[in-house]
Each structure stands twice: as structure tokens, then as C-alpha cells.
């Protein structure tokens, strides 16, 4: 862009039809000016927080772009124009502040963010009308006016939606209603002859098209939500971006509900629906999974991935959980669940990953996007010419119930229970499956007491003989823990870690006998301890 003023008409042919007034506007000037602010925005920081002719300069390029705001307004309204200034006065209407600018309330870090946000709404009038005017065009220009026209009218509005969601936020919904207006009206004409894709040729760009999806179902009046719900639940692969931030809109549990008839009210509202709508999609045969999941702030975790299989394999995630008892899908691969659903007839023989029913971390879910990969195991398995099922239990009952199940429907055709990985939060004595106090450990933990009863001793006969198990729990391999008490009643090799720590890698080996042997790793390096029979096995020294 030169520095010379630049004379232009309204942005297409026909512009004199809603007010073309040619005007000689500066824009390189006002471009300056609006960089002059950011970057001198950009230099202040806590070391130069109390550098008064610094902050003196910001205020002074505040009031400089303000006393152009007539030349901003006009040239917002030309082609060259909208499309030089647009991005720099839609990042100043977006700017959100952080920790800093909370810490120094007394240097107007965002003063121009209201008046950028009111400037981007009143072009829409403009637009607006540009867009109306497109439409009477005859003949074969029809239908590229009217793609121009609504292209100029949607980058005013992408460049509004997200501080105007900001204003309704802060509790002024005057510019979400007026950026819901303008979508609609888009929406709408889209779909009129000559017809415009909403998604490819309105939108500026991809990210664009999935904002104003999440935007029009968020937001929209209810006719064209209800098609965009439908879009997201029934064709999920296609509309996953917008299912995916519409989902981080999500109110977090038990928190303040928002002032009724406000837009954040109705958002609030659609984002559940739209929740339940995909519940009843997966039709998952226990109830209370979804408040289950938003008490535990795993929503998206779980249900997008839930979706993808859905989508993929319809029926999978029902069938996962009546048969192996998963509900925590964002833990897994999805291609992992997959092949669980496409092995479910196999003879090949397997081993067990046991997950808990509960990940209760002090720092939040270990299991959700846990650092051992599954796939990669998997894939090793398969060398081997071996598998592995997962299954999530939330009790000690509930594990011996999967482990008989297990037993009758694949004994016969795939032996015995080859090796097993256990995770669960641990202590030296305990491994946790379902919810508990963590003081009074009942049937919701795995203790070490529990190792020596009879029950476990029968569970045993379901593994083939010196079973290999590997234990993805917080210092159970503590010297007389529970994993080297697990070691002496299976009569067997356990691997856990001393220490609180995670499992990185597990690592499947074929013994001469065509069984699985099992290696690992762990993210704290020397902290695995391996029993044999009960017996600390010792690491061999490596020698240089």
C-alpha cells in the first residue's frame, strides 16, 4: 500500500444506489495511526509500567486515532479501505486485556477496543444495504454482485463476532445482536437463487465459516439453529470445528446461571441442548454419563471422540460401553476403540488394559491425553501377532465381573488373559478405580489386603501362568506394596514405580514360548521396580 491518498468510489458498480460520495481518504495514514498505538501498546510491560512519557505517548496516539474517526468511518465504506484497515481495527476492537493490564487499570491498554467494536458495527447499516442493492442487479452479473457484496458484509461481521460476544460478556448485547442480524441476513440470501455456499464462499476463511456456525447455533434465532444443530449431530465429521468451540462455550460446573433473556443465557442453553442431542445420538445405556462428564470438565474430551466413532462405526460407543464398560472415549485413540469393536470375534490371543472409572488427580485428568500411546503398543501387538481389550471398571466387583465375562467369551477361541496393564491412581498399598474418599478404601479401591483374599486368588485362574503385569500407578512398586505382593500371589513378573510417576511406554516382547512379556518406562527414570515371584528382581548394571 503506497502513502498517497487514494480516490475511490463505492465498492462495486453500483454503489450510487445506497450513497456514493467520492472522497479523497488517507487510508496508509490511518493505517499509521492505528500502528502507531500497538506499538507503543506493545512496549509497555511491568518494566515499563511506570514510564510516564511512555505512557503519555500511548494516550496522545489514543486521541490521534480518534479525531479521525469520520475518516475511518468513510474509509471502511470503500473497497481498498475495508480491506487495508479492517485487520488492524478488528485486532484493536479484539484485544483482551490479560494480567497486566488488570495489575495498571490506570494505562488504557484497551481505550480503543469500545471505540473500534462501535466503528466495525456501524458498517453494517452499509453493507447491509450494499448487500439489498446486489440483489437487483439483472443478467449475468447477478450472481458475482451478489458474492462481492455478501463478501464485504461477512468480513465486517467475522471481525465483529468475537469482541461483540466480549461486550455481551462485560453485559451489552447491543453489538452480538446487531452481528447476529447481519449473519442471518447472510445466511439467508445465501441460499437464494443465484445460491452462495455458506460455508466456502461466504466465510473469509475456513476458521471464519466455523465461527459463523458456532455463532448462528449459539446465537441465532431458532429456525436456523435447529438446521445447524442438525448439521453438527447428524454429518459430526464434517462440522467438527464447529462442534469443537462450541463445546468450550460450555458454562463450567455448578457455576452462576446467566441473567434470563440475556444472549449468554440462550448460548448457555443451546450448548446443552446441543449436548444432549449427541447423548441421545450414542444412546449410551446408562444414565447420567453426560453430568458425569461436565462434573468432571471432560465434555469435549469425551464426546468428540465418542462422535467420531459414532460417525464412523455407528452403534461402537454404545456397544464399547455395554460390552467393556468405556465411557471415558477421549482416553483412547479413537482407531484404538475401533479395532477393539473390529476384534471383538478375534482368536488371536490378548491381554487386558484396565482403566478406573474415576481419574480424580490433584492436577487434574492423567488419564485423558495420557502420555502412553496406545496406538503405538497396539501396533506392536499386532507385529507379535497378539491384541489387547480395554476395559473400565469402577470397583473391585465390577473387575472380577469383566474378568469372568472376558473369560466366556474368549477362552475358548483366544486362551487365557495374556498380560495386563493396570492404571489407577496408586499409593503404595492402593490402586483407585472408582470414586472414593481416599481415607476409608472400600470396594472402590484395590488394596493390598485384597491381593491375598480368596477371590483373587480364583480371578488368577482367568491368566495364563505367569502372566506379565505392568502397573501404571503412583508408588506401588514400593518395597512390600501392593505390586510386589500382586507378584508373590500370581506367582509372576510386576513392574511398577517406586515413586509417583507416569507410564510412557510399554514395551511387548514374544517369548520363546509364543507368549507376551512385558518392558516399561516410565517418565522419572530409574523408578520402575520389577518383582518375580514376589522377589525384587535387580537391575543388571550397564557396563562400559
Sequence with gaps: MSAEDIRTPGPLKHSNRVGDAVENIPVAELVGCLEA????????????AGNAELVGALRQAERTVKTREADFDRALK?????KTLLPHIGLSALNLGGKFELEHPEIPLQALRPWATSLLERQLPHYSAELDASLTVAGDDLASQKKSAISHLASVTAALLFPSQKAAEEGNDRFLKSSLQALEKMYRIAKQPPIVDFGKEVAPTPWEAVKFQ????????????????????DDFEKFIGAFSHITLDAPKYGADQKPEGTMLSLRDKRVQNLFEGAMKKLNLPR?????????NEVVENNLIPALQLESRRPGAPRLLAEQFGIYEFGRYPVEVLRNQIEEMESDKPYGLAIYPRVDEGGDGPVFQGSDFRLEVFMGKLHE????????????????????IELDDTYAQVAGKIGFAIIHGHGTPDSIQLGAGNGFTKGKEYIISKDVWNGGAQRLSSYFRARVPILLDSCSTGENSGIGQQLSAIFRTKVIAPKIPTKLIRAIPKLTSGGNIDLDAQYRSEESAKTYVRGRLKERRKKHK
Excluded at 458456532?214 to 449431530?233: H, P
Excluded at 444414565?287 to 462434573?295: A, I, R
Design 214 to 233: 458456532k455463532f448462528l447455533y449459539e446465537y441465532g434465532v431458532q429456525d436456523i439453529s435447529d438446521v445447524i444443530k442438525g448439521q453438527l449431530v
Design 78 to 82: 470503500t473497497e481498498v479501505g475495508l
Design 37 to 48: 498505538y500497538q506499538k507503543i501498546q506493545g512496549e509497555l510491560s511491568e518494566e515499563t
Design 384 to 403: 507379535l501377532g497378539h491384541t489387547f481389550r480395554i476395559i473400565e471398571v469402577g470397583s473391585k466387583i465390577e473387575l472380577a465381573r469383566r474378568i
Design 287 to 295: 444414565d447420567g454419563v453426560l453430568s458425569e462428564w461436565q462434573k
